[in-house]
C-alpha cells in the first residue's frame, strides 16, 4: 500500500466525517445519526446517513456508502490518492513521500511526460510541419486564439517523432503514459499524422490525448488507453474551461470539435464525454455545475440513441434536461457555421425538456389518422405523463396530448394515472417477493460483487460486522478461518484486512480498508456497517458464524473434487475407447 496505515489513521482522525460531509450536505440529526438529501442521487425525502460514531455514511436509497475518503473520492470524482491528497489538504495534513517508485510517483511522471507531449504537439502545430493542419483548423474555422486555448497541437506523419524529441524519459515511461506502442520488440509514436486535442482534468493536468487523422484512413479518431492517471469515465472534454463561467446552463456536445467550435462561438459551458457515450459518472460530475444541461448531440440515429441513454443518466440527478432542435444540420459545428451563433443560441432557448423530446419521439411513430396507432400513442404517451411529478407540468402536457391525440384530457389524466398505479404494484410486488425470497434481498446492489453462495455469504457479513465492532474477536476467528474460506471476494479481502490490523496490533481503520476496495465494495461493506450488531453471546454467534463459513468452504471443495473426478473419469473412458 502506498499510504501507510499511521498516515492513514491520523488522516482519519483529523478529517470528521460530519465536518466534511457537511461541506456538500445539509445535515439534521435523527436518532444516533446524521441525514440529509443524498448528493449522488436525486432524492425528494432524506435518506442519506452519517454516523459520527462509526465515521462513516449510508445512503438506503442508492447504497453509496463508506468512509470520509470514499465520500470524497464520489463527491469530487476521484481515484483513491487523489481523494486522500485533497482530504489531507482540507485538514492542513501534510502528504507522505514514500521512497521508490510507488504509484503516486508514477503519476507523477506520467504528468510530467503528457506536460511535455502536449508543448510538443502544439509547437509541431505552429511550426512548419503542421502547415497543413492548421489549414485544415482554419478551413473549419478554427482560429489561432482558439487554437492557443485548448492547446491543440499535431503529431507528425513519423514513427518515432515523439520519442526522438523525449530523449529525457525513458521508453518505459513513455509506454507508461501509453504515448507510444510497442510491437515485436519495436516502439513507436501511437498519434502519427493527427490533429491533438489534450484532454486536461479540473486541476489543470494533462491527463491523455485525442487525435483526429489528417486526410484519409482509419482510425478517424484515436484516443489515449486508460492508464494510471487517466479513466475516460470519469472525465469531460473542455470542463476544466467550462467549470470558469458564471453560468450554470452546460450543453452536452459529442465530440472535440463540436465543443471547440461551441466555445469559440461563445457557448463557454460546453463539454463532451472522452469516446464513449455519457456514463453515470460523468453525469453526476457535470451534475456538481449544472442546474440544466442542454444535450446537442448528432442529429443521426446514433445521437438519438445516446440522447436517450443520457436523459436515463440525467434522471437520477437533480439537473433538468433538454434537447436542441438541429434537423438542418448534423451537429453544433455544423449549424453554427450554416446559421451562425445567435441562431444556434435562439434554438437553445427553444429547446425542448426531455419529456417533450419523448412525446416528439412516439409521435413521430404512429399515424394518428389511422384509429389502433392513434391509440398505441395515447398508451404510450401516458406511460412517459406518469413519470411527472409536477401536477402544474403534468396538467400542461395531459392537454397537449390530448389535443394531439384527439380525446378528452381527463380520459388522458385517468390511464397516466393508471399506469402510475400499475407500476406502484409492481414494485409493491418485487419488493413483497424479494422479502419471500432472503437469498435476493441479500444480495449485494452492484451486480458485479453477486453472492454465489448466500448461506455462507449471510454468515460472512455478520461475522465481519462482529469483528468491526470488536476486533477482539479476531484472536479466534483466526484460528479457524482464511480469506480463502470466504465465498466473496469482496468479504474475504475485507476479512483480511482486519486480520492484518489485528496482527499489527491496530485497531479497525475504515480508511486501510477503502484503501485496498473498490468503491463499489466500499458500498457494500457500508451497507452491512448499518446493520445491527449481533446480541446475546457473541462468542456463541462468532462460532455459529465459523461453522457455517467452514461447512460451505468444505462443500465447495468437495464439489470441486467431485467435478475433476468426474472428468478424469471421462477422459479415461474417452482413451479407452481410442486405443480399441
Given amino acids: 500500500m502506498f499510504f501507510t496505515a499511521e498516515f492513514l489513521e491520523e488522516l482519519s482522525e483529523r478529517a470528521d466525517i460530519v465536518d466534511i460531509v457537511s461541506e456538500y450536505v445539509e445535515l439534521k440529526p435523527k436518532g444516533s445519526s446524521l441525514f440529509g438529501l443524498c448528493p449522488f442521487h436525486s432524492e425528494k425525502t432524506p435518506s442519506f446517513s452519517v454516523s459520527q460514531d462509526k465515521q462513516f455514511f449510508h445512503c438506503f436509497g442508492c447504497g453509496a456508502g463508506g468512509d470520509v475518503i470514499s465520500f470524497i473520492m464520489r463527491s469530487e470524482n476521484l481515484d483513491f490518492q487523489d481523494g486522500v491528497r485533497l482530504l489531507a489538504e482540507k485538514v492542513g495534513m501534510p502528504v507522505p513521500d514514500e521512497g521508490g517508485k510507488g504509484d503516486a510517483e508514477r503519476r507523477a511522471r506520467i504528468l510530467e511526460i503528457n506536460k511535455f507531449a502536449a508543448k510538443y504537439y502544439h509547437s509541431c502545430l505552429m511550426g512548419e510541419q503542421g502547415q497543413e493542419a492548421r489549414n485544415y483548423l482554419r478551413s473549419r474555422g478554427i482560429t489561432d486564439r482558439t487554437i492557443r486555448r485548448f492547446g491543440l497541437g499535431f503529431a507528425p506523419n513519423s514513427w518515432n517523432g515523439l520519442i526522438n524529441a523525449a530523449k529525457q524519459y525513458e521508453k518505459a515511461e513513455l509506454l507508461q503514459a501509453r504515448l507510444v506502442s510497442s510491437k515485436d520488440g519495436r516502439v513507436y509514436d501511437m498519434f502519427r499524422n493527427r490533429i491533438i486535442f489534450p484532454i486536461i482534468d479540473l486541476r489543470g493536468n494533462v491527463i ?285 479481502k475485507t476479512y483480511q484486512v482486519l486480520l492484518s490490523l489485528y496482527k499489527s496490533n491496530r485497531p479497525f481503520s475504515m480508511a486501510l480498508l477503502s484503501q485496498s476496495l473498490t468503491v463499489y465494495e466500499m458500498d457494500h461493506i457500508g451497507s452491512i456497517l448499518v446493520k445491527a450488531v449481533p446480541e446475546g453471546d457473541k462468542m456463541q454467534a462468532l462460532m455459529d458464524y465459523i461453522e457455517v463459513i467452514l461447512g460451505e468452504s468444505e462443500k465447495k471443495d468437495l464439489d470441486r473434487k467431485e467435478l475433476l473426478l468426474y472428468e478424469w473419469k471421462k477422459m479415461k473412458e474417452k482413451k479407452g475407447l481410442e486405443d480399441n
Fill in 208 to 492: 491523455a490525448f485525442g487525435g483526429r487523422l489528417l486526410g484519409d484512413g482509419q482510425p478517424k479518431y484515436l484516443n489515449s488507453p486508460e492508464n494510471l492517471v487517466y479513466n475516460k469515465s470519469r472525465h469531460l472534454f473542455a470542463l476544466n474551461i467550462a467549470k470558469n463561467s458564471k453560468s450554470r446552463i452546460y450543453i452536452l456536445a459529442e465530440g472535440y470539435m463540436d465543443v471547440i467550435a461551441l466555445h469559440q462561438a461563445g457557448f463557454d459551458t460546453s463539454v463532451a464525454s472522452l469516446g464513449t457515450s455519457l456514463t453515470e459518472q460523468q453525469a453526476r460530475l457535470l451534475a456538481k455545475y449544472a442546474d440544466e444541461v442542454v444535450i446537442a448531440y448528432d442529429t443521426d440515429q446514433a445521437g438519438r440513441k445516446a440522447s436517450d441513454r443520457a436523459i436515463q443518466l440525467f434522471e437520477k440527478t437533480n439537473v433538468k434536461v433538454k434537447l436542441v432542435n438541429m434537423q438542418s444540420a448534423k451537429d453544433p459545428d455544423e449549424y453554427i457555421k450554416k446559421y451562425g451563433a445567435d441562431a444556434f443560441r435562439l434554438q437553445i432557448d427553444r429547446s425542448e425538456n426531455h419529456i417533450e423530446y419523448k412525446l416528439s419521439a412516439i409521435r413521430g411513430k404512429y399515424d394518428l389518422e389511422n384509429d389502433d396507432e392513434r391509440i398505441a400513442y395515447l398508451k404510450d404517451a401516458a406511460k412517459i405523463l406518469s413519470t411527472i411529478e409536477n401536477p402544474v407540468e403534468l396538467a400542461v402536457y395531459i392537454t397537449r396530448v390530448a389535443e394531439t391525440g384527439k380525446v378528452d384530457p381527463s380520459v388522458l389524466e385517468e390511464e397516466s394515472n393508471q399506469v402510475k398505479k400499475e407500476k406502484r404494484k409492481n414494485d409493491r410486488r418485487k419488493l413483497r417477493q424479494q422479502t419471500l425470497r432472503p437469498s435476493l434481498s441479500v444480495q449485494p446492489k452492484a451486480r458485479e460483487l453477486r453472492y454465489d453462495n448466500v448461506r455462507s455469504a449471510v454468515a460472512e457479513e455478520k461475522l465481519l460486522t462482529l469483528l468491526i465492532g470488536d476486533i477482539s474477536f479476531m484472536a479466534t476467528a483466526q484460528q479457524y478461518l482464511l480469506p480463502e474460506h470466504f465465498s466473496s471476494e469482496t468479504l474475504g
